[in-house]
C-alpha cells in the first residue's frame, strides 16, 4: 500500500459554501481519500462563498484525481487548480550563482574585474597552484553525469538528470558550504566523458561523479584519478560504502557481534555493492557473498567476463571464501548480515529466519527495499533502509558533503581508501553510546555535528598521505 508523502504534496484551490460545516466537509473528504493534510488556509472570503488552499500529501497523479474528485462531490463546492508543490520549487531551477564580492561603482569594477583582474591572472600564470588561494577552485566540486542511470529511473539522458544534479549541488551547500554546479553531459561514451571533464578540471577543486551506469563507472574513475590532479568521487559508489560501512560498525555494536567474526552476504554487486564489498574487505570481514541477478558471485561461473566487467571479476576473486553457489536464498542461510543495493522485494520473513541469530539486514533498494523492513523486523535485531520514512535511514547525505568539504580544505590532490574508513567511522562515531540503539545507528541527516565531522576526519586522513 502506497504511503503519502511530501514528495507528493499538492495544494488544491477550492470554492466552497461559507456555511459553519465546509471546512469539516472538505477536511472530511480529503482525509477519506486517503491523503494527510499538511495545512488549510482561507485564502479569500465573500459573503457568498469562500476560496481555501488544501495543502495535502498523496502518493500518486491519480491518487490527485481521487481527492479532486471526492471534493467535488460536495454540494456548492469547485475545484478552481491543482498545484504540484515538487513542481512548484522546481520552476526556474534550485541552485543560482551570486557574487561573493561588492560592485557598487567604478572602483570595485578595477578590482573586481579589469584592470585589476589581469594581474590576478599573471599570478596564477606564474604559479597555478595560486589557482587554489585566488579563484573559485578552492571551494568548488563538479557535479558531473551522463544521465544513464538517474535515481532508480534509468538512462533518462542529461537533461532529466539536472534536477538531480541541482540537487545535489543544493545539498553541498547547505550541509558543507560547497559550491557544486551540474555538469550533465551529452554523451555516454567513456573517452568523451572522460575528455570532457579532464578539460573542465582547472575550474574544479573536485570531481563528484553521479549517476553514471555501471560498468562503465568503474573505468571513467579509475582513469579520471589517473589523470587529474583533484579528487574524483563516484558519490553511488563510496557515498554509499561510506554510510554502510559507519552503519554496520554501529550495528554489530548493537547486538555485539564482531566483523571477522561475522558472514556478510552483500546483495547487487554494481556500483553500490562492489565499493562496499571493496571497503569491507579493507575490515578483514569472516567471508563476504556477493550476490548479483545471477545469484551467488563465484569465480566459476559462465557469464563473468572480466574484459566487460572487470569489476566483477574482481569480486569474483576476492569474496566467497568457500566458493559457493546458488542463490540469495541460499545465501542467506547462517549469515550475520545482509546488505542490499540491488533490487525491490526479493525475500521475506521466512528468509531472514535462516540467518543466524540477531541478524543485521541492511535492505537499501529505492524506492522499494528488498524485502518490507516490518517482515525484516520479524526475525533480525537491527533493520536499516534507504527509506526516510523508517528509522535507521541509510543515506549518502551522511557522507558527500563532509567528504568534499574535507578534500577542499586539505586541498587533496587523490582520494584513498584510508579516507573512505576514516570518513565511515566518523559517521558512526557521531553517534555517541547513549544513543545507540536498534533503532539509531545512523545519526540524523540533519545532525549538524556530521559533515564538520566527516570533513575533519577527511581532512587529516588526506593530510596524513
Ligand atoms: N539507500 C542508499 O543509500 C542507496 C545507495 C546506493 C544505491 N541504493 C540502491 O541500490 C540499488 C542498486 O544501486 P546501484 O547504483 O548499485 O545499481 P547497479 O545497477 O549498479 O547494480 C545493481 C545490482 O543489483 C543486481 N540485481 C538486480 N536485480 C537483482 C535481483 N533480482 N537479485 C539479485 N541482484 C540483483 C544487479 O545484478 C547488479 O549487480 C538501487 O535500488 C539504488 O537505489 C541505495
Redesign the pocket.
Known sequence: MPVPGPGYSVTVRVEAPPSASAAGDLAGAVGRAGAVITAFDVVESHTDRIVVDITANTYSDDHVRDITEALETLPGVAVRKVSDRTFLIHLGGKIEVSPKVALRNRDDLSRAYTPGVARICQAIAENPEDARRLTIKRNTVAVVTDGS?V??LGNLGPAAALPVMEGKAALFKKFAGVDAWPVCLDTQDSDEIIRAVELIAPVYGGINLEDI??PR?FEIEKRLREKLDIPVFHD?QH??AI??VGALRNALRVVGKQLPDCKVVV???????SAIIRMLLRKKPGDVLA????GIVHPDRADLDPVRDPN?AWVAEHTNSERASGS?LDALVGADVFI?????N?FGADAVATMASDAVVFA????DPEIDPLEAQRHAAVVA??RSDYPN????VLAFPGVFRGLLDAQAHAITDDLLLAAADAVADVVDGERLNASFIVPSVFDSAVAPAVADAVARAAAAR
Not at 546483495?267 to 555493492?273: I, L, N
Open positions: 542511470a535515481l532508480g551506469a555501471a563507472c553511488d557515498g554509499t554510510v554502510v546483495c547487487g554487486a554494481g556500483a553500490a555493492g550476490v548479483d541477478v545471477h566483477l540469495l542490499g543495493v540491488s533490487a525491490p526479493l537499501l533498494a529505492n524506492p533502509t534507504g535511514q541509510i543515506n549518502n
